[in-house]
């Protein structure tokens, strides 16, 4: 997602920057325009004053063109007024122009015109280019003016002298249009340019209003020169205080209109903000909904990910479980092959006891697992004689470095040193579990062949139990990483599991493992135990029990073997059988249901999980039958099974899977006890 980000935010600012090159190409194209259209007036000005000079007669002029001219730059220029939103001013002084235009003639008009361009410039701008523009503007409009009225309407000195008539007036309005049109169209051309705007939206926007100063001076211009034609010169100096009046309201009425146009651009803004602001509020809504949208697909993609989080847990689990049964099955199998080849008396007993004890250690794996899944984290440690542990795995193990290697040519030489008959507290059957996986290690590391050795010796208040293998050893990058769970360099033989769980064993057991290895020189790890303190030496596991009753004990107990497992109904059958009492065996709930009905029975023993009726469902159907007999249940669930189910179904036993068969004796020893002790048949359902 980050790399989306970066790779549209790239494309935006490429195309930002597009855009701005494009706009500050369109700005430049026109501002390349700006110099030399200045230039080109400044050169008309230049040429229109110069024809003017040339063609003045100096003969006309007198002390009142002096005093005209004197007025219009001193106090005309000084009377100006801003164009709102620009650097341009307008004057009064275009009213004493045309004054001049009417009194002394066209060329008198156009230098006068330049003069005073030039100096009202002084008061709004210091650049020599601007100044010279604004003289040549003037005089480049006013040389219009003249030409336009010399054209239409003959000598300009002539016009003063008629009487008031359409042509008078006619002239005024060319006059007045001629100028006006003029000058805004020289100058709106030139802020087009500076103001990267059209021409023709800047004339009508800054420019267009304009219109009624040139049209007033032109009025008072021709009312002046007619009453300089009846009274004299002196009505010029009369009429400066109305031109003053007028000025100070005009300014004041673009005053009143700047307030205006502030407002309004005030409310504009305002009006513009509150638009923004909407906008910006249905953008968050959208953002929002966007966001609720955005976080309700995290949540679904994190419920998939939990899921298939949850799935890879259990696959990795069942791959832990299968790893520690296939070890667990290969210790029985191996033993028990051996077993059938041999006839010593001796060496059949002690195969057996092993294959037993490796039995118990396959259902303590089962148990770990069912307290895991409960996330129960007790431990019943009981003393442990390190080295019967270190021979029990030297069996158990046999069939894997002795009898397999050697059929496939190789020899693996075992050294079984017990230099320490301490007890520590532990989990027998998890420490096996270590023990043989790296024992199964080690031989998978010398596919050569070579000696493995098991040891165990005091070093100060701990035990340390070492497994030292002669192999093709591992790397040091490997080393540090065998404790990683699904860490393999087996491919896809190996899980990776082995070791990872052999190291939380050994870290419950309050222990640590240390390892050292060396390529083509071996392995060696070292697992260091607290002794036990205070503990008795167990005594040897794994006998065959032995019936604490003789069999005409239970003689004429008759009981009821409920299973779909025929393998499991056929071994309660065996055990019950030789203990003297009479089985019936019946496939499903419904079968044994219908037997009881029709016999009479001291126990029944069924499964939970059956089909059609459950163990659970026949157990209270026999309970609606009789409420004596005593029921037990024997079940793959284990410690599973709740309290709650066994009181409602009235179970007098729960026995988990696999059970040890001195368990089951016991139990048809306490049946036979009550059926004596009654002295009545009783029906009794073991549950299984």
């Known amino acids: 997602m980050k790399a989306l980000d970066r790779t549209l935010k790239k494309a935006g600012d490429f195309r930002f920057k597009l855009g701005v090159e494009k706009m500050s190409k369109d700005v430049k194209s026109r501002q390349r325009f700006t110099i030399p259209y200045m230039w080109l007036i400044i050169s008309t000005g230049a040429a229109a004053s110069l024809f003017a000079a040339v063609r003045l007669q100096s003969a006309h002029l007198d002390l009142r063109f002096l005093l005209l001219a004197f007025i219009t730059l001193v106090l005309g220029s000084r009377l100006s007024v801003q164009i709102p939103r620009l650097s341009s001013h307008i004057s009064v002084s275009d009213t004493l122009i045309f004054l001049t235009m009417l009194l002394y003639g066209g060329d008198a008009a156009i230098l006068l015109a330049a003069a005073e361009g030039l100096c009202s410039s002084f008061r709004f701008s210091r650049k020599a280019m601007t100044i010279m523009f604004n003289s040549a503007v ?79 001076g032109a009025s008072a211009a021709g009312i002046i020169a007619k009453l300089v034609s009846v009274v004299g010169f002196f009505a010029v100096v009369a009429i400066i205080p109305i031109i003053v009046f007028v000025y100070f309201t005009y300014r004041t009425y673009l005053k009143n209109i700047e307030v205006v146009a502030a407002a309004a651009k005030a409310e504009a803004e305002s009006a513009a903000r509150a638009e923004a602001a909407k906008a910006q509020t249905e953008q968050a809504e959208r953002h929002v909904e966007e966001l609720n949208h955005y976080i309700v697909e995290q949540e679904r993609i994190r419920e998939q990910f939990t899921q298939v989080e949850k799935m890879s847990a259990l696959g990795e689990l069942a791959s832990g479980v299968a790893h520690d049964f296939n070890n667990t099955l290969a210790g029985i199998l191996g033993r028990a092959q051996l077993l059938l080849g041999t006839k010593d008396p001796e060496r059949i007993e002690s195969g057996l006891k092993i294959i037993i004890k490796t039995a118990k250690d396959g259902a303590k794996t089962i148990k770990r697992i069912q307290d895991f899944a409960r996330q129960r984290r007790d431990h019943d440690f009981q ?108 491919g896809k033989t190996g899980m990776g599991l082995g070791l990872a769980v052999g190291y939380g064993i050994i870290r419950r057991h309050e222990g640590t493992v240390a390892v050292e290895s060396e390529v083509g020189r071996g392995t060696s790890f070292r697992i260091q135990l607290p002794i036990a303190k205070s503990a008795v030496k167990p005594k040897p596991t794994g006998e065959l029990p032995n019936p604490v009753r003789a069999h005409a004990q239970l003689v004429q107990t008759k009981i009821l073997v409920v299973d779909d497992e025929e393998h499991v109904r056929d071994l309660l059958h065996d055990i019950l059988k030789k203990e003297g009492c009479e089985v019936v065996l019946a496939e499903g709930g419904r079968e044994a249901l219908s037997l009881f009905e029709s016999e009479t029975f001291d126990a029944i023993f069924t499964d939970v999980g059956m089909p059609g009726m459950s163990g659970w469902e026949l157990a209270r159907a026999v309970r609606e039958r009789n409420k004596a007999i005593p029921l037990a249940v024997v079940t793959g669930w284990g410690e599973a099974v709740g309290s709650h189910e066994r009181k409602a179904a009235g179970v007098d036993w729960v026995v988990a899977k696999p059970f040890d068969t001195l368990h089951i004796i016991e139990i048809a020893q306490e049946v036979f006890r009550r059926r004596e002790g009654s002295h009545e048949s009783v029906n009794a359902i073991v549950a299984a």
Not at 179 to 205: E, F, M, R
Not at 424 to 439: C, H, K, P, Y
């Open 383 to 490: 003393p442990v004689d390190v080295s019967q542990l270190l021979f029990d795995v030297s069996e158990i193990t046999r069939p894997r470095w002795k009898d397999r290697a050697e059929s496939e040519s190789v020899h693996i030489n075992l050294n079984l040193q017990l230099r320490s008959n301490a007890l520590i507290m532990g989990d027998e059957s998890e420490l096996r579990e270590v023990l043989v996986n790296m024992v199964f290690n080690a031989v998978d590391a010398m596919p050569d062949g070579g000696t493995l050795t098991l040891s165990a010796q005091k070093i100060a208040e701990h035990v340390e139990i070492s497994v030292n293998d002669t192999g093709i050893g591992m790397s040091e990058e490997v080393r540090l990483r065998i404790f990683d769970p699904f860490f393999t360099t087996k």
């Open 138 to 216: 003037m005089a480049t409009t006013t040389f219009l003016t003249v030409s336009v009225m010399n054209l239409f309407f003959g000598s300009l000195a002539e016009l003063p002298h008629l009487d008031y008539s359409v042509n008078y007036v006619s002239a005024l309005c060319v006059m007045a249009l001629v100028q006006y049109i003029a000058n805004s169209g020289l100058v709106a051309v030139l802020a087009a340019c500076k103001t990267d705007q059209p021409v023709l939206h800047t004339w009508t926007k800054y420019y267009l209003w304009t219109s009624i100063t040139y049209f007033a």
